[in-house]
């Protein structure tokens, strides 16, 4: 059996896990200032540079709001944050084909989920809002421009509906996925037309509280999108 050597932390990186523990455990406090740039290299028994990396990379995962001439504020990581990280890592994913074609299968088993649960738990309230957002998909058919950001709208408002953050910021993660590939897949001929055959239909039973028939719908609708969208990139000239 071989074994690698032990790569040391850098020094930043071991500043960095420090004050995210002392974030985690409270002894540095949500809200507050943290300590100036001096006194923590006294602290840490570190050169300047040393912190300023740290808490760069504090910054990137939510632990630090940072400012231009001013001391780093102390916050928690939020959904959007955490997944404005994973969404790196699926851009490198989705530049191959095969991991374009994984990402539409785990996009499509995801949104079905979120249909069904949506007419689980959906208020009159959130009905109305979906409906509202179909119908401003309805009025954009003829504008393939509009019609492909209200159809990112409309999925937009399902993935919001309750109260979980994490579908809608996952949703968000991929907005700018999802417009360049109805781009691409609205190319095809009477594509808008059933999008919105397949948005009406979703949204009826989320309308209705039909769970399984929410899931049926959108599970329908974008297997028909993938296939749409490998028709659209080979129509491209």
């Avoid at 290299?41 to 630090?64: C, D, H, K, Q, Y």
């Avoid at 969404?87 to 191959?96: F, T, V």
């Avoid at 991991?99 to 309230?125: K, L």
Wanted: net charge positive; glycine share 8%; charged share 25%.
């Amino acid at each position: 059996m071989q074994f690698q050597n032990v790569r040391r932390r850098k020094v930043h990186e071991d500043v960095a896990h420090q004050i995210e523990e002392a974030i985690i455990l409270g002894s540095l406090v949500e809200g507050r200032n943290l300590p100036s740039e001096r006194d923590l290299m006294a602290s840490f028994g570190v050169g300047r540079p040393a912190i300023r990396e740290a808490l760069l990379l504090l910054g990137r995962t939510g632990f630090l709001q940072l400012s231009t001439g001013g001391r780093a504020r102390i916050t928690r990581p939020t959904v959007t944050v955490l997944v404005d990280q994973l969404s790196g890592s699926a851009k490198h994913l989705m530049a191959s084909t095969k991991g374009e074609r994984a990402f539409q299968e785990a996009r499509r088993v995801f949104e079905a989920a979120i249909a069904r649960n949506a007419a689980e738990i959906a208020t009159d309230a959130d009905v109305v809002r979906l409906g509202t957002a179909l119908e401003v998909n309805r009025a954009a058919v003829c504008d393939m421009a509009k019609f492909q950001q209200t159809d990112v709208a409309f999925h937009l408002v399902l993935a919001e509906i309750g109260t979980n953050p994490v579908f809608g910021a996952l949703h968000g993660a991929i907005a700018g996925w999802l417009s360049l590939q109805r781009k691409v897949s609205l190319r095809v001929e009477g594509a808008a037309a059933r999008a919105l055959s397949s948005h009406q239909r979703i949204y009826e039973a989320v309308a209705e509280r039909a769970p399984e028939r929410a899931w049926a719908a959108m599970d329908a609708h974008l297997r028909e999108v993938m296939l749409q969208y490998e028709k659209g990139k080979e129509a491209v000239p």
